[in-house]
């Protein structure tokens, strides 16, 4: 058997390349790029901030390991761009296993310059991101999320869901000083459930202040499901949590700086109870009930019992006083923050797969159709001879 000749090679190796080229990665997944990189393309391609009309400064990069991700690395990135007496903004982007999964966008000047005119309707502006975020990052997952936008008709407070995701929208206007207009706030924000409970830690949120992007905070599939099985009801946590609470020494910090028990009495009602995925292993969440039992008056600064119970096997995790402001002015501690929300390592794994798969394919097809050239090519000379 004849060997191919050189040219042919030549030829075989440059088809090769060429199909390779038109089968590119996601930038996220250039392993080439630097974190701060992959922040300035994330800005550019996904936010369309004009990076021509500032100076990027790095003003921090450093890496952390955040103690309830078992070990996983947090890279964090800040940027200041300074755009004159036109624009000043500060970025902070947050990378884990270098994927990008938050990003929050400061103005401490005028207003960002993006690149091309910006969608009035928010509804737009957010289908806009997620097709730019999907093609900087290959999540595909966000396809079925941008397709739940088509779904609202207007930037009101509703609640839609299809399969395991479910979409919230809310509206409202925050007051961060007294002496300037409140800021109106508009967040979309994707929650992974699993039989209709909701994962609060399996998320995906963009938001946007004044019509202008804001935040954007990415933890879908972070968090593996170590059981959905519910086998208490609402009725029968509220009765283990009041068993309980009625067990419960209520300790207060008197005058004198003396720890002293304190009797005290529950209401009948209101009692509040959640159903939530809540962590009990290291990125494992299971189901969870959150039950608060309201005192007949405040004790001092206390005004209830929290007792958290599981739902999958009725054991009680915990249970503690509630203080401060009463019920109304509670913060939820299982909302994640926009600063703590980046892909899953399996969805990685599946995302760079199919573009392994693609690239193979397409230089196959390359070499086949080259050798089947250099046969007909060879045959035909064949024939004259």
Sequence with gaps: MKSL???????????????VSFVQLPTAYSAELTAPEKTLIFLKDV????????????????????????????EVVRYDLDGGNESNLYITCRFRENMLHS????????????????????????????ERYQAYSGASYTQEMRNMLDK??????VTVTSGNIKLTTSNQEIQNDPTAEAIECTSFEWTYTVNGVDTPQNVVRVTFEEGVFKSFGNNWNLYKIGSSEVNVSREEAIN?????????????????????????????????????MYPRETLTVYPFWRIELYFDKYYYSAYGIQVGIWADTGEIASCESLSGLGPIAEEDPTESSTEQTLTSENDTVSSMNMYIIILATATIIAIGIATLAYKKKHKSLESEK
């Design 103 to 130: 990003c929050s966008l400061q103005v401490r000047k005028g207003s960002p310059i993006f690149a091309e005119p910006q969608p009035t309707n928010l509804l737009d502006a957010a289908k806009g991101f997620l």
């Design 5 to 19: 000749p050189k040219s042919f090679l030549v030829t075989l190796i440059l088809m090769a390349v060429l199909t």
């Design 47 to 74: 936010v369309k901030v004009d990076l021509t009309k500032y100076n990027a400064t790095l003003v921090s990069n450093w890496v952390d390991y955040p103690p309830h991700w078992g070990g996983l690395a947090e």
């Design 152 to 157: 609202v008709d207007e930037t009101k407070e």
């Design 240 to 276: 283990l949590a009041r068993n309980a609470a009625e067990d419960y020494t209520l300790q207060i910090y008197l005058g004198d700086n003396t720890l002293t028990d304190v009797e005290f009495n529950l209401a009948d009602e209101p009692a509040r109870a959640e159903l939530f």
